[in-house]
């Protein structure tokens, strides 16, 4: 089983960075549509992790992938937390 190179922790749930991204677009877009553009903007961060060899595919889009949907939703709430926008936050779609 492949580990998730931020947590080092096994991929048990193999959703991508960019399909958990896109999902939490779909839900800022009914929720707070100008936040669109922090998860936007940093997205190219993870993909400094997609060159490390893998034989873990997205159930979505069958892209490889080696950070779990857990480390991936927590780093996207931390970029959305630093608006400070606290409704949000609060109804953010993944709990940690």
Do not use: G, H
Request: net charge negative.
């Amino acid at each position: 089983m492949a580990l998730c190179v931020l947590c080092n922790e096994p991929i048990t749930n193999p959703i991508c960075t960019k399909c958990i991204a896109r999902s939490v677009e779909v839900w800022l877009m009914r929720n707070n549509p100008e936040l669109i553009d922090i998860v936007e903007s940093r997205l190219d961060l993870f993909e400094s992790y997609e060159n490390i060899d893998n034989n873990v595919k997205c159930i979505i889009c069958n892209s490889p992938m080696n950070v779990c949907a857990y480390c991936a939703s927590q780093e996207i709430y931390e970029w959305i937390k630093e608006s400070n926008d606290k409704i949000t936050l609060q109804t953010f779609p993944f709990k940690f």
